[in-house]
T-cell receptor
Framework: DTEVTQTPKHLVMGMTNKKSLKCEQH?????MYWYKQKAKKPPELMFV???????INESVPSRFSPECPNSSLLNLHLHALQPEDSALYLC?????????????FGSGTQLSVL | DAKTTQPPSMDCAEGRAANLPCNHS???????VYWYRQIHSQGPQYIIH???NNETNEMASLIITEDRKSSTLILPHATLRDTAVYYC???????????FGTGTRLKVLA
């Protein structure tokens, strides 16, 4: 199994809603990532979890709250988002931080905030 | 973190080689160069990576200059399915920061 699975594929939410994005991998990878991608722009790193601990937070607003309940699962909790947060949210994983490691990406969640 | 610069777009005739350049003039000695591509807002797909030597796999070849300040991804026989945005990424050793460049939108023409 070399897949990173993201759910849901599409999400529409109001600015007062609370929702969560889910990401799962069963490759035994110990690092998991959240990226945000606006239309026609490259993905931007948001968070990295390493061995289930938050390793990197790229100054992301607190309305985005990541969670890593176990080594296979990564969540992104969303609360009080703004319309400008509408984007494709990508999850990725890698075996570790060792040299030569590849990132494996999920297909993303397309989020629309109304 | 080293940054990468890529041309915004390129065209290539079907069946010809596509050569996609990337400039990474601030790269340090232990930073790898990775290439990914993204089709129709799907998740990025890994293509190839390298440190110093040229690399080849079933998808592409990666040519890194001797001073490591630039590299070229070569798709030897481009097909219509290779139409995508291609990203060059530099990643430092022991860090989780895979920082994407601006990408090149490759269009393969029939």
């Amino acid at each position: 199994d070399t897949e990173v699975t993201q759910t849901p594929k599409h999400l529409v939410m109001g600015m007062t809603n609370k929702k969560s994005l889910k990401c799962e991998q069963h490759m035994g990878h110990r690092a998991m990532y959240w990226y945000k991608q606006k239309a026609k722009k490259p993905p931007e790193l948001m968070f990295v979890y390493s061995y289930e601990k938050l390793s990197i937070n790229e100054s992301v607003p607190s309305r985005f709250s990541p969670e890593c309940p176990n080594s296979s699962l990564l969540n992104l909790h969303l609360h009080a988002l703004q319309p400008e947060d509408s984007a494709l949210y990508l999850c990725a994983s890698s075996r570790s931080d060792a040299t030569n490691e590849k990132l494996f990406f999920g297909s993303g969640t397309q989020l629309s905030v109304l | 973190d080293a940054k990468t610069t890529q041309p915004p777009s390129m065209d290539c005739a079907e069946g010809r080689a596509a050569n996609l350049p990337c400039n990474h003039s601030t790269i340090s000695g232990n930073e790898y160069v990775y290439w990914y591509r993204q089709i129709h807002s799907q998740g990025p797909q890994y293509i190839i990576h390298g440190l110093k030597n040229n690399e080849t796999n079933e998808m592409a070849s990666l040519i890194i200059t001797e001073d490591r300040k630039s590299s070229t991804l070569i798709l030897p026989h481009a097909t219509l399915r290779d139409t995508a945005v291609y990203y060059c990424i530099v990643r430092g050793t022991g860090t989780y920061k895979y920082i994407f460049g601006t990408g090149t939108r490759l269009k393969v023409l029939a």
